[in-house]
């Protein structure tokens, strides 16, 4: 089984920054991709940003531009640096794991999520 642990959430007011980290343990899985989705209370939950293994990234249009999701490999560790943080981005975000076990299936992993809230 692969674990991920999230921190970095809390408060912050709006035009603030926070990173959110989520650390990888447990099985060794091949990974293909890490990311962060995030859900607000009455709102569909929306991905947000993610990275695979080339390095490559992809971001909602809504936090492009302010958002910088990055990879630790060594560490197993994903990172999501947000800065210009605004009340629309409150939400829990939750990062997850796109991987797959030798000879097993592609299996995607979820933390258990982080509370970002944006206030003055």
């Known amino acids: 089984q692969v674990q991920l642990v999230e921190s970095g959430g809390g408060l912050v007011q709006p035009g603030g920054s926070l990173k959110l980290s989520c650390a990888a343990s447990?099985?060794?899985?091949?990974?293909?991709?890490m990311g962060w989705y995030r859900q607000a209370p009455g709102k569909q939950r929306e991905r947000v940003a993610t990275?695979?293994?080339?390095?490559?990234?992809n971001y909602a249009a809504s936090v492009q531009g302010r958002f910088t999701i990055s990879r630790d490999n060594a560490k197993n560790t994903v990172y999501l640096q947000m800065n210009s943080l605004k009340s629309e981005d409150t939400a829990v975000y939750s990062c997850?794991?796109?991987?797959?076990?030798?000879?097993?299936?592609?299996?995607?992993?979820w933390g258990q999520g982080t509370q970002v809230t944006v206030s003055s």
């Open positions: 997850y794991l796109n991987g797959a076990r030798p000879g097993g299936p592609t299996l995607t992993y």
């Open positions: 447990g099985s060794v899985v091949t990974i293909y991709r």
């Open positions: 990275i695979i293994n080339s390095g490559s990234t």
